[in-house]
């Protein structure tokens, strides 16, 4: 079993930033393909962005491109996301994921195999 526990979330302005982090328990993340999603009120939970389990090649949806990015730190057993510019549409929930043992990376929010309880982030405008 993983655990994994988001922190970094709140209020800020727009174009802003926040850092985002997903802390794991249980086992190490180093062979886990991570991805980040969000949940805006009223939406169904989309794809934010994506690292493979090597840290080799990451992926972003079109909405976050040249304005997120994640990282991870396996020795820390942690997955970051940097949000830069921030727009009141990237208000929501954010959840990590995990993807299974040497998996890639993944759009799929079905295709993750363990979820945090996810952290707010607002943005105002």
């Known amino acids: 079993q993983v655990q994994l526990v988001e922190s970094g979330g709140g209020l800020v302005q727009a174009g802003g930033s926040l850092r985002l982090s997903c802390a794991a328990s249980?086992?190490?993340?180093?062979?886990?393909?991570m991805g980040w999603f969000r949940q805006a009120p009223g939406k169904e939970r989309e794809f934010v962005a994506a690292?493979?389990?090597?840290?080799?090649?990451?992926y972003y949806a079109d909405s976050v491109k040249g304005r997120f990015t994640i990282s991870r730190d396996n020795a820390k057993n942690t997955v970051y996301l940097q949000m830069n510019s921030l727009e009141p549409e990237d208000t929501g929930v954010y959840y990590c994921?995990?993807?299974?043992?040497?998996?890639?990376?993944?759009?799929?929010?079905?295709?993750?195999?363990?979820w945090g309880q996810g952290t707010q982030v607002t943005v105002s405008s």
């Open positions: 994921a995990a993807r299974g043992h040497y998996s890639r990376a993944s759009p799929y929010p079905g295709e993750y195999d363990y």
């Open positions: 249980g086992r190490t993340l180093s062979t886990y393909a």
């Open positions: 690292i493979n389990w090597s840290g080799g090649a990451t």
